[in-house]
């Protein structure tokens, strides 16, 4: 709430900047950052670096005061967007790999949410997590992939229904082919105009953060040409 960070003393005001500032600088220079979390990061540190010296100094405007709010929220928002693909027929595939997958895709979402819940209980927080397209039919060669994703549907359904009553909303963004390492890494090159950009991904994402919904699955797809 801006209204409530004006009542802060400078010297608090400047910490909580800075934490927000910190958080999303980590998650951008992460190793295993993600071009969609890379986005909203850099979303938040344009927003700190340039509304925090302005309230800091007393010549903040309204839209100075909410940029800074964002910030901390985006710094502090639980997103997961873990992920592997492995394109390959099922029989041929070592089971390793196969555990890995299934370990990363589904078992790094509930473990995310459980590790989570305690912080967004006390916050009344927000959890987004990611399918993908193929959630809603399996696809031949990349079965375990597809069918991670249908679970994750499954499970933000479900627990969004149980954590309903905490206050936390929990949802799930479900952008189609998207531009990113992992695709290329599996599919090669592919022309841009036949892919979504991780922009607007994360477009969709801080919006869906904005709202109170909760246990919902977010299309995200390519602007329609006139």
Avoid at 153 to 168: C, K, P, T
Avoid at 171 to 181: A, D, G, V, Y
Avoid at 200 to 220: K, P, W
């Amino acid at each position: 709430d801006p209204e409530l960070m004006k009542t802060m003393p400078k010297e608090v005001l400047a910490s909580v900047g800075f934490d927000a500032l910190s958080h999303n600088m980590e998650g951008y220079l992460a190793t295993r950052s993600q071009p969609i979390t890379d986005q909203l990061a850099l979303h938040a540190i344009r927003l700190t670096a340039g509304s925090l010296p302005k309230v800091y100094h007393g010549e903040g405007t309204q839209e100075d005061w909410e940029n800074i709010t964002l910030a901390s929220l985006l710094g502090g928002i639980v997103i997961n967007t873990a992920g592997v693909l492995n394109r390959e027929p099922l029989a041929s595939m070592e089971y390793d790999t196969i555990l890995k997958a299934v370990q990363t895709n589904y078992m790094g979402t509930v473990n995310v949410a459980l590790r989570s819940r305690p912080y967004l209980q006390r916050t009344r927080g927000k959890l987004i997590f990611f399918t993908s397209s193929s959630y809603t039919r399996g696809r031949a060669f990349y079965s375990i992939y597809s069918s991670t994703k249908a679970a994750i549907v499954n499970f933000v359904q479900a627990v969004a229904q149980e954590w309903d009553a905490d206050g936390i909303s929990i949802n799930c963004i479900n952008p189609e082919r998207t531009k990113t390492p992992m695709r290329q890494q599996n599919f090669g090159v592919e022309p841009d105009e036949t892919l979504l950009m991780p922009e607007r991904v994360a477009e969709a994402t801080l919006r869906t953060l904005l709202t109170d919904c909760t246990g919902q699955v977010i299309d995200v797809r390519r602007p329609v040409a006139n």
